[in-house]
């Protein structure tokens, strides 16, 4: 089955750069089918979505409104793999992460499964 | 302030029946998109619970059952069990934030 396996620093300084990565197994970053995503869960956000790479041809990210100006997500074909950057982040941006696949898109939705294990970042100096 | 909204906690005894709402507008639920479910052990990730309003993964009990009506949707549990204790949550997607959207959770205690 489709295993996510996430890794990177908990602890990083205001103003910095949060980088996380999701490793795949079971499955392909290059699917043509997925999309691999990042999600993170905090008490004052709940959960919330960030946003998305997959490949249709060509490769192709979506980001949420709330990160769009801060935050990259970029595949490894390599490695099968996918990573997240969050610039300039603030004591807000403290969170669990969350990798997640998104098996495939109907024109009504779609659901997260699995995800990875989380990482909990806390943005502190 | 998610943007679908959730009861922050409910609650019941072993072998009653609850149900946890989720209520959207008509940028998600009432635009038609689909709601899903799921179910937050404490300290892990969140699992799929229900797919597409009202469908069960493989392996997941029949106690559970999703609707939706309108701009809302809603998880019951029956014959409620200790080990369904747990955070819920809902999901769709959102057309004027081109984006998937959750509620805010619901612990669920289990009297």
């Known amino acids: 089955q489709v295993q996510l396996q996430q890794s990177g620093p908990g602890l990083v300084k205001p103003s910095q750069t949060l980088s996380l990565t999701c490793a795949i197994s079971g499955d392909s970053v290059s699917s043509n089918s997925a999309a691999w995503n990042w999600i993170r869960q905090s008490p004052s956000r709940g959960l919330e979505w960030l946003g998305r790479?997959?490949?249709?041809?060509?490769?192709?990210?979506d980001y949420a409104l709330s990160v769009k100006s801060r935050i990259t997500i970029n595949p490894d074909t390599s490695k099968n793999q996918f990573s997240l950057q969050l610039n300039s982040v603030t004591p807000d941006d403290t969170a669990v992460y969350y990798c997640?696949?998104?098996?495939?898109?109907?024109?009504?939705?779609?659901?997260?499964?699995?995800w990875g294990q989380g990482t909990l970042v806390i943005v502190s100096s | 302030q998610s943007v679908l909204t959730q009861p922050p906690s409910v609650s019941g005894a072993p072998g009653q029946r609850v149900t946890i709402s989720c209520t959207g507008s008509?940028?998600?639920?009432?635009?038609?998109?689909?709601v899903y479910w799921y179910q937050q052990l404490p300290g892990t990730a969140p699992k799929l619970l229900i797919y597409?309003?009202?469908n069960r993964p493989s392996g997941v009990p029949d106690r559970f059952s999703g609707s939706k009506s309108g701009t809302s949707a809603s998880l019951a549990i029956t014959g409620l069990q200790a080990e369904d204790e747990a955070d819920y949550h809902c999901?769709?997607?959102?057309?004027?934030?081109?984006?998937?959207?959750f509620g805010g959770g619901t612990k669920l205690t289990v009297l």
């Open positions: 008509s940028s998600n639920i009432g635009a038609g998109y689909n």
């Open positions: 597409d309003n009202s």
């Open positions: 997640a696949r998104f098996p495939a898109a109907g024109p009504l939705g779609g659901w997260f499964d699995p």
């Open positions: 790479t997959y490949y249709r041809s060509k490769w192709y990210n």
């Open positions: 999901q769709s997607y959102d057309s004027s934030l081109s984006g998937w959207v």
